[in-house]
């Protein structure tokens, strides 16, 4: 191969004319020994498949002797909004306190980060948030959380944003912002003040960074509350966000029940005469819904909405002054003289469905309160006339029931009571925020923990409220009854509106209609479930168990971000069976192909252990590669014509961060400056063509490239494709083994090997371009790995 500035690879620009990768740096040039690096990279990109896991993104995973696990960075969801890591392993005892994470992210990453909240589960777990910052200001949404095992930080997930570049001046004022959003708005209140933060959103090319103002606003005519998101200096409505989490879109059908249940509850005669800061002298005497010991509350607003409360301040020569206004709710006890609850049923219904929702989070997950803190929660009931729903309101913390309208029965049931709850309790966490995939997550992971609570409570079914609404409000075992996705963008899949759609009406955007996606996952795992989802994936899951994965549920909570996709859940969810079952168990099996059953990524492989050797052509002749494999670990040896070593690549070597530090990686050759680049992701190496949108795109894609020869090769099938004038003869599917190989050397850049791993339709046992040469598996065995493979350091490559 000659020189070339900037050269390309016309392999793989043979196979497809907009596949031509280029890389942009221009200071090095081809030779030989660069060539083999390049084949090398070439064959890796060739062995892997993780075809829907980059459909958003890249995503690599990293193996660590020492860590004595994955380390597994995801990178850019909602297409490529951030080129940094969403997950980072570290080895233990790397990072021994939330502030040396901080000083870890503003060295490595270059991001600054504030603490927000420390999570703490039990005496060894806990997990610290922090806000990314911009000059001081909140960048919206952007959070990593670090995970904390006995005190040493072994993991941290999040999305944080690198090449931000936003003048931070607004020419308005907070105030200023408010007034003009109430003057064009005159049915809006301000609920939460205007303040400065800095908005991402993804245009479709690149990351728009934009300095706005933040209000949450509640719309009188509609009930409904959203975060408004102006620009600073024309205040221009950018995004509107609901906030308001609510049970139930506008359905129909009604029933009821007549449980009988215990409450705990207050004589008002126990009540401190002084509560926050009110002096209590005008209770009916008689009992009151009030459970001192789980603090939940249960009030009626008695068919009251918000109101405006004015605030004076009285002056020493005995006048008063007006001071401020606020809105508020005018609610009242519901009491009750015997402590026989007979005429409040609505209010019944929720008091004993929080203390049902508290107990369950209590004896099920070990979480005390819906905050982890037995924080005071109160429910709502009557609130309004005519509303057919309810709605968790972090505002004013605590659930607002309707009394239902014309389903002539308030919105009371366990099943929304528990919901709800659960709202509360995810937004203690991590709070999704209520918009597109992160929002469809939310109520998906509602619906999945009021189901195992119903189940708990002997009510087996997979509706949601079915008795008040119908059977097909949502339907977790069959979401095609009420017109509902299996499938992540399938049939009925609902379109998410884009991220600058100037959305006034805060409609439900999709959030209940997409949780199908979450809760019928949920579903096939715990009762198993065989069929072929939309995109023609065939799908065969064994139950794992209701009450196994929600444990897994639970704890994904914690991995999450405010912006987390269906993709990001994917992750947090294997990673945790992973992390409890391992690599090769049934359980991470099941739950990977679950997922791919949604439509949310590949399908699982078998684990390989063994070796495989991969000879190829050089300018100067044969040179060979052999891989090994062994669970966790992997290694890989290049040789070039002359049998001498070129590049050593083992599961020791966490490309990441640790290869950092390493100074023996020699950048002044063309295989050092693209190793140390790619592990590094200074630079984007190559560019990425068009991606496979969905799966089934991919599939029909493959399935033009085959010819329909098949021959075995070692115990594995392959099967012949081809695509312009290459042959590539490939298996069915990749082992994730190869996969969690080609995704670390594949990983270059913010969207380089995205596409092109799309490319690949299994492990590629041989490829052949005429008149450029082919690579050729010589074997595939499975067989035990010495440990010894596993030891080595990445070696300078020799020229
Ligand atoms: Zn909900």
Known sequence: MGYRTPFQIHLLSVISPELSFTIRHDNYRMTNSGRLTFLTVIFL????????????????????????????????????????????????????????????????????LAPIVRLTENQSESHVKYQQMYEDIPIEGAVYTAHFEDGLVWSVTGQVYDDIDVDTQADLSAGETSNLLLEENPDWLIMDRSTLVVLPAYSGEETLFT???????????????????????????VRVEPVMVSALPDGTGTTSDGRSVQLNTQHTTEIP???????????????????????????????????MEYLFNPQDDGTINWADWNYSLASHDVIEDDNIWERSPAAVDVHWGMQVAYDYF?????????????????????????????????????????DGGSYGR???????????????????????????ESGALKEGIADIFMTDIKFQNGRNNWSVAPELVGPNVRNLQDPHASEAPDTFEGRFFGEFSTAYERELGLRDLQQHHNSTVLSHWFYLLSEG????????????????????????????????????????????????????YGKCSEELKQVTNAWNAVGVGDPYCDCFEGSFTGRFETDDGPAEMKYFFKKDKYAVEVTDSKGNPQVLYTSSTDPYHHVRGYPDIDASTPQGFMMKNMFQRKIPLFASPPPFNTRKEYLEYRNEARTGRTREE???????????????????????????????????????????????FGFPTEFTVPGEGSIRVLDIQEHPVSDSYFGGAFLSPSN
């Open 410 to 436: 308030s919105m009371t049931v366990l099943d929304i009571v528990a919901h709800e709850y659960t709202h509360a309790v995810e937004s203690s966490i991590v709070d999704l925020n209520y918009y597109e």
């Open 273 to 307: 005469p002084i509560e926050d800061g009110i002096i209590i002298q005008d209770l009916r005497e008689g009992f009151r819904l009030m459970d001192t010991t789980r603090n939940l509350h249960t009030v009626s607003s008695g068919g009251s909405s918000m109101g």
């Open 45 to 112: 990109l060739f062995g892997c498949s993780l075809i829907s896991e980059t459909q958003r993104g890249i995503r690599a995973i990293y193996f660590d002797n020492n860590a004595g696990g994955p380390q597994i960075h995801t990178y850019a969801t909602h297409g490529n909004l951030s080129s940094l890591p969403t997950s980072v392993l570290f080895k233990t005892g790397e990072l021994s306190s939330a502030g040396s994470f901080q000083e870890w992210a503003a060295t490595n990453l270059d991001v600054s």
């Open 362 to 402: 209590q004896n099920t997950h070990g979480r005390t309160g819906f905050d982890g803190n037995n924080g005071y929660l109160r429910g709502v009931v009557d609130y309004d006339q005519g509303l057919r729903n309810a709605f968790w309101f972090k505002y004013m913390p605590g659930v607002f029931y309707g």
């Open 211 to 237: 300095l706005v103002y933040r209000t949450g606003v509640f719309d009188k005519g509609t009930n409904v509350a959203g975060n408004v998101f102006t620009d600073a200096d024309t205040a221009e409505i």
């Open 529 to 580: 479930g065989e069929g072929e989802n939309d995109n023609e994936d065939h799908y065969d899951i064994e139950p794992v168990g209701r009450e196994r994965m929600v444990g897994v549920v639970y704890k994904s909570l914690f991995m999450l971000h405010p912006n987390s996709t269906f993709k990001d859940m994917r992750d947090a969810t294997t990673s945790i069976v992973q992390r409890e």
């Open 714 to 760: 070692g115990e594995y099938t392959v099967y012949e494709h081809r695509m312009q004038e290459a042959t590539v003869w490939s298996t069915e599917e990749v082992c994730l083994s190869f996969a969690d190989l080609a995704g670390t050397i594949g990983a270059f850049g913010p969207s380089g090997s995205s596409g092109a791993r799309q490319m690949f």
